[in-house]
C-alpha cells in the first residue's frame, strides 16, 4: 500500500483537478470520443452522453474499465437490434457542478443523444462550496441532461455520488458520509419531482472499506469492480430506455 503521505497528496490533487473561476481545459478522454455534429437521428447509431467528474472519466482505472465505457460494452453486448452504440463523455477529474456547466458549455454536444448520464457533485463537497451552489447548479445541469437527451426527460439517468469516507483516504469519516447522504438527498428528490431516473449506487462504495478490491490503485476512487457493480443497476433501466 502507498505511504499515506503520498496517498493523501495524490487524492488532494486528483480532487481538486482545477478552479471553478477559471475555464477548464478539454478532457484529453474528450479528445478521443467521437464528436456529435447534429447528425441525422435515423442513422441506427446510439449514442450516449456521459457527465461527470473523476467518478465519469474513471480517475485511477483504465480508459475501459470506467462505467460509462462498461456501459457501452454492456449495451452492445445486449442489445437485439445490434445497432452500433457511440459513447461521449464530458467530465474531469476535480471538477464540480460549476466546472460541469462551463465543460458541457465549451463542448456544445448535439441535443440528439439516446442516453444521457449525469454525476455531479462530491466536488462541491470536497472543495468545501456552499450546499445552495449545488441546489442551484444540479436543476441545472439536469435540464440540460434532459436538452441533450432529445428533451425526452425518459432518456436520462442520474448516478447518485460514490462515498470517498469508505476508503483509505476517507479513513471512514461520519462527517463524509453525512455530506455525501445530503447531497445525493437532495439530488433524489429533485429528480423524484421530475420524473427522472436516479439510480443508487452509494451503498457499493461504503462497501470499500471492507472490500479493498472496490477501490482504486489511489486508496480514493472506485476500481474497475465497483464501476461493474454501478453497471448492473444502471444497464436494465438503459436498456429499458432504449427499448421504449
Known sequence: MRQRSYMILSAFMLFIGCSSNEAPPQDESSKNSTSIS???????????????????????????????EQLKDSLIQNLSSGDPVELKIIAKTGWTT????????TENPADNYDLVTLLIGVNNQYQGKPFSLYEEE??????????????????????????YAYTPFGGGSNSISQDIDKYNSFAKSYCGSQNVTFVNITDITREGLNDPDLVASDGLHPSELAYSKFIERILPLALQKLAD
Open 98 to 105: 460549476s466546472n460541469l456547466i462551463q465543460g458541457i458549455s
Open 38 to 68: 447534429a447528425p441525422s437521428l435515423d442513422d441506427g447509431i446510439i449514442r450516449i452522453l456521459a457527465l461527470g467528474d473523476s467518478y465519469t472519466i474513471g480517475e485511477s482505472v483504465c480508459e475501459t474499465c470506467r462505467f460509462p
Open 138 to 163: 444540479f436543476p441545472k445541469l439536469l435540464n440540460t441532461a434532459i436538452q441533450k437527451a432529445g428533451n425526452d426527460k425518459s432518456n436520462v439517468i442520474v448516478v447518485s455520488i460514490p462515498d
